[in-house]
């Protein structure tokens, strides 16, 4: 199905607008189409698309319980503002508990091991259970984010996952991201205006310098992939 599914949609969707391209997806696949937010700018963007123009997509979070408390300030505001239901994946409390027994609250700074496996209890276990039963999952990917997402497409099949992804904001620059919202007045985290640009757990984020990497502010006592197991468990 996959191949002639995306072929279809970049066939169809080429000369559409975002949410026109949107609004096309949640119609070709009623009920199945799920869109992830952490909250950070692009997200923001794309939650901002959905909820103003009534598109029919369900958006869901992943609630790691480390997250800082600037994300749930802007969680609360973005239901506040579009009063949109966002649902909430927690990971499996039993696999946590187990986790902290066995390797205490902060293992994820002690091995790269240690951080991936928390990250799948945490995020890889309960994405799969959000994205269960659906067939489109859209992102907030851009590709000048990082090296990795250099080769991303709009519209591409996660064999990981067996779902169609899609990309709306793959070209998109920062500036663009960070106009839109201004524009749509679109609740944003706080912590952007302290240096944070990719926002993920508190205890594996911190600011970046301007002449930083966009995601070196992530798990950045490691030297390398900047990625938690959602957009690349293929390479972990
Ligand atoms: Fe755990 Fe850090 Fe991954 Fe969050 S980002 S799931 S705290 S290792």
Redesign the pocket.
Known sequence: MNASSIELLVTKTKDFSLEETLAFVAKEYPGEVVFSTSFGQEDQVITDFIARNNIDITIFTLD?G?LFQETYDVFHRTLKKYKKPIEVYFPEAAAVENLLKQKGPNS?YDSVEN??E??F???VVPLRKALSGNKVWITGLRAEQSENRQDLNLFEYDANFEIIKFNPLLKWTLQEVEDHLKEYSVPQNALHKQGFVSI??????RAILPDEDIRAG??WWESSHKE?GLHSAKKE
């Open positions: 790691t480390r994820f951080r991936k928390c990250c209890i945490r995020k993920g757990c508190a205890p594996c984020t992530r798990w938690c």
